[in-house]
């Protein structure tokens, strides 16, 4: 048997599932809940989940980047587990908060580093804590402007330093240990 298009029905009549040709021209497999209502869709490369409104909430994603995106029941976009696509990135964690503003990250770059970064509502980068490609590890601070207040943390020549700089972006002072 070869048709574009093959519905499952129950015993009713009652469309279950719908195997097509989207109009990508790539294959679609709907899988529908008791009330008729898609709730799967399955793609090459991705698979989404949707809510008995019609939002997708969940979608598996196999490229650009691969991983698991998730949304709230407003459709604001919350969660993102995600690998690549490179050389931007290597693997993340980002989180959005119920207002849609992206507010935290983990991470790692494919030149080795690690991160942590905490943003406020307006985007604003507040807090960092990673470690660099050259192996130094430092804590940031930026205050509300997203101006670099402080930083805390090793430096490649072997120091550790604690500076500081003012809001208009002056550096203001540094303690440190020598160097090895």
Not at 16 to 33: E, H, I, M, S, W
Not at 90 to 116: F, I, K, M, N, Q
Request: proline residues 5%; aromatic residues 6%.
């Amino acid at each position: 048997m070869r048709d574009t298009s093959f519905e499952l029905v129950d015993e009713q009549g009652n469309v279950k599932a719908t195997l097509t040709v989207g109009p990508d021209g790539d294959g679609l497999l709907a899988l529908r809940d008791a009330a008729g209502a898609v709730r799967v869709l399955v793609r090459p490369g991705s698979i989404d989940l949707i809510d008995k409104e019609g939002n997708q909430r969940v979608e598996v994603m196999e490229s650009g980047p691969g991983g698991l995106a998730v949304w709230d029941e407003n459709g604001r976009h919350r969660i993102l587990v995600g690998h690549g696509p490179a050389p931007d990135r290597d693997a993340s964690v980002e989180l959005w908060d119920s207002d849609g503003h992206y507010r935290v990250g983990l991470g790692v770059w494919p030149d080795g580093s690690t991160g942590v970064e905490l943003l406020d509502d307006r985007g604003n980068v507040r807090g960092r804590l990673g470690e660099r490609p050259d192996r130094t590890v430092c804590v940031e601070e930026w205050d509300r402007e997203g101006q670099l207040r402080a930083r805390f943390g090793d430096r490649p020549d072997g120091s550790f330093t604690v500076d500081f700089w003012d809001r208009d972006g002056t550096y203001r002072h540094g303690l440190g240990s020598k160097p090895d």
